[in-house]
């Protein structure tokens, strides 16, 4: 069964920090792999996704994640974080059939000035 | 364009009653997809429907039911509503039902179950 793990439930950071957020996945084929943004009372915006190829995949918002099949992972990374990236993240699977996407739990996320 | 919107976006109910919430997909937007999002279990997938038809459904008991119509649009409706219904309900529309192309999210509708 399909199933994504984000081990991080909440992370602060300072402004103009770097950010990463973990995410890892259980598949057996390669996924199509999602990273969305919840701001409060907002849906989900996609901030970037892996169907195949370059493994760094550039997203909005100036963040980027990358691929690792051999670990499983689709780590979301920012280099710079400011005040207004402070959000719900979720890390997502979705198969290569159907809409059905498989979400992490989440990683809440503060910025501190 | 407009995006997803979905209707009431408030809702409040007494357990036993039934509640159907709204979702006009952005326009053109074929696929609809349903997921219930609760502090305990997070986004959970509860149907996908296109062209009118269930094509996928989580594991939902069968108070949860959905229906698309002919303009896309699509409503899921709950019956004899728990308190453990009390959640955000997010629909998300998509051209096709390939994950190729971007799924869009509405706003969600909140329901309290009281």
């Known amino acids: 069964a399909q199933s994504v793990t984000q081990p991080d439930i909440h992370i602060t950071v300072s402004e103009g920090a770097s950010l990463e957020l973990r995410c890892n996945y259980s598949?057996?084929?390669?996924?199509?792999l999602f990273w969305y943004v919840q701001s409060p009372g907002q849906g989900l915006q996609l901030l970037l996704k892996?169907?195949?190829?370059?493994?760094l995949v550039q997203g909005i918002k100036g963040f980027e994640a990358e691929f690792k099949r051999s670990q499983s992972s689709f780590n979301l990374r920012k280099p710079s974080v400011h005040w207004s990236d402070a959000a719900e993240y979720f890390c997502a699977v979705g198969l290569n059939t159907g809409n059905q996407f498989y979400f992490g739990t989440g990683t809440s996320l503060t910025v501190i000035p | 364009k407009a995006g997803v919107t979905q209707t009431p976006r408030y809702l409040i109910k007494t357990r036993g009653q039934q509640v159907t919430l709204s979702c006009s997909p952005i326009s053109g937007h074929r696929s609809v997809s349903w997921y219930q999002q609760t502090p305990g279990q997070g986004l959970q997938f509860l149907f996908e429907?296109?062209?009118?038809?269930?094509?996928n459904k989580g594991n939902f008991p069968g108070r949860f039911s959905g229906r698309q119509f002919s303009n896309s649009r699509s409503e899921m409706n709950v019956s004899t509503l728990e308190l453990g219904d009390s959640a955000l309900y997010l629909c998300a529309s998509s051209y096709r039902r390939t994950q190729t192309y971007e799924q869009y999210f509405g706003p969600g509708t909140r329901l309290t179950v009281t």
């Open positions: 598949y057996g084929a390669t996924p199509y």
């Open positions: 429907y296109f062209s009118e038809t269930q094509r």
């Open positions: 892996y169907f195949s190829g370059d493994t």
